[in-house]
């Protein structure tokens, strides 16, 4: 499961008439430590802001799912239930977790809810959708493996041969130690 931060940046934004105007804006980024957080944050954002911008906030969210779409243009934060029967007591049982999807409306948002949860084998329901403040979510892509010029990757023929060329050599440098000699000097 992930971990998603929620960091708020200030900076100076130009707005559609072109006139400079202080904003405090919230991403959300995936990461596993508040450190991790941080160091992401700010390389997304260089990217993303001309001139200066400090991070003002990085804080854990209760979002347990992010649900991207082609179509959305805005984060919408949706409450979903999900009800189990505790069979020991005969009752519903109700577990809260937020999703945020990128939709276009809260209709479209709620659709898009509908649809991901779909396939799930516990009922639930949609208590709530709102629009999020958030303005962009930066989920964790690993590190690409990729190969220094320098190197080639080995294939699995040239790994058993170089295996069985050590398993082969027994022969070393060191002189095997007599135990008999070694108790006489004792």
Do not use: H
């Amino acid at each position: 499961m992930n971990t998603w931060f929620e960091c708020k940046a200030k900076y100076v934004k130009i707005d559609e008439n072109g006139r400079e105007k202080k904003v405090n804006e919230a991403y959300l980024l995936d990461a596993v430590s508040f450190s991790e957080a941080e160091s992401r944050i700010y390389k997304e954002l260089e990217t993303m802001v001309s001139g200066e911008f400090t991070v003002t906030k990085i804080a854990k969210t209760n979002v347990a799912e992010i649900i991207p779409s082609e179509d959305g243009d805005r984060w919408f934060k949706a409450k979903v239930s999900f009800i189990t029967i505790d069979e020991e007591k005969g009752k519903e049982k109700r577990t809260a977790q937020y999703v945020l999807v990128l939709a276009k409306t809260v209709r479209d948002a709620y659709e898009k809810v509908v649809e991901n949860m779909q396939g799930m084998m516990a009922d639930f329901e949609i208590n709530a959708v709102n629009e999020s403040l958030i303005m962009d979510v930066f989920p964790y892509f690993g590190q690409d493996d990729d190969i220094p010029d320098n190197l080639r990757p080995l294939n699995d023929d040239e790994l058993l041969a170089d295996n069985s060329a050590t398993d082969d050599d027994d022969s070393d440098d060191l002189e095997p130690i007599d135990e008999e000699s070694e108790s006489e000097e004792e």
